[in-house]
């Protein structure tokens, strides 16, 4: 494992140094009375955060020799989606967060209504990049690139995933539910990642069914070993609170299955991704690393 997260977090800090470098580039102050709308974005999208879906674009599009740039451009529109998310979930009509990547939310450092803004910019950024030839010279891999991310994004993904999270507050959801609310809400957005490196590579339906079943596995790795952090993690390395879901009696994995359960279904999930990836060879390194890596993190 020590050689997996080392892999890990070497990849991910030349990730996060570029993602913060195009975000930089990207929202650049105008100077003018939208200054303030920059400043809540950069805000946001600049510094923290793991940059697990830019560097796992990046591990898959090792996969099929996809150039450096164009796997950028990719991992910063589904980052920007990430982002966006992450400031509409703190809002008091959310989640009501304060803190997100141990700084203030975006509408506590500034207000609701520029944070409201924020998200909904760093949103329409997403698809400005994907749409641009810069990112790919086909059109048609560019359409498929949007129109892939806009169903992981919306009411048959992520948005859909944070609808049943709200309802989860309100009623008792079992464990087949709880899976599909987590395979909507955050599975989604990481599939996406590993499937643009496929539409970049134009691979068949057929061809992409392992990398589905690599991607939809690391998902739920990924959100049972949020949930057990959530339960024994600290805080100051999480950069936000702990303990929320079960203060809101929400269920989530660790109360249904408890821990040792569960982390031993987290385990199960990682044998499995990396299992999907058997017919590549040292290119595939990264993905298995990062496999590892989702469960044994500490933030």
């Known amino acids: ?12 800090r030349d990730v996060a140094r570029e993602i913060d470098a195009a975000f930089d580039h990207l929202l650049a102050m105008p100077g003018d009375p939208r200054d303030r709308l920059y400043a809540a974005m950069r805000h946001a999208a600049i510094g923290g955060g793991k940059r697990l879906r830019p560097l796992l674009v990046q591990a898959a599009s090792d996969l099929f020799n996809i150039s450096r740039d164009s796997a950028l451009r990719v991992g910063l529109a589904i980052e920007c989606i990430h982002v966006y998310s992450l ?4 809002l008091p009509a959310m989640d009501d ?16 209504a520029t944070a409201i803004l924020a998200g909904d910019c760093l949103h329409d950024l997403a698809f400005q990049i994907l749409s641009d030839e810069e990112t790919h010279p086909d059109p048609f891999v560019r359409i498929e690139l949007v129109q892939a991310l806009a169903l992981a994004s919306g009411p048959a993904g992520m948005a859909g995933g944070q609808m049943m999270d709200l309802e ?7 464990l087949a539910t709880v899976t599909r609310l987590q395979n909507l809400k955050t599975g989604a957005l990481i599939a996406v990642c590993v499937e643009a490196a496929a539409i970049m590579a134009r691979l068949p339906a057929e061809a992409r069914l392992r990398l589905h079943g690599y991607a939809r596995d690391i998902g739920l790795a990924f959100q049972i070993a949020d949930d057990l952090l959530d339960v024994e993690g600290d805080a100051t390395l999480a950069g936000k609170a702990l303990g929320k879901d079960a203060a809101a009696g929400k269920e989530t994995f660790v109360s249904l299955l408890g821990v040792d359960r569960a982390r031993e279904q987290a385990h199960m999930l990682v044998d499995q991704a990396k299992a999907h990836l058997h017919g590549h060879g040292a290119e595939a390194d990264l993905l298995r690393a990062i496999a590892d890596y989702i469960v044994e993190r500490d933030r």
Do not use: C, N, Q, W
Request: hydrophobic share 45%; aromatic share 6%; charged share 40%.
């Open 1 to 12: 494992m020590a050689g997996a997260a080392a892999l890990v977090m070497l990849r991910a």
């Open 87 to 90: 400031i509409h979930d703190d």
């Open 97 to 112: 967060d304060d803190m997100r990547r141990g700084k203030p939310t975006v509408h506590k450092a500034f207000d609701e």
């Open 168 to 174: 989860a507050e309100k009623t008792r959801f079992d």
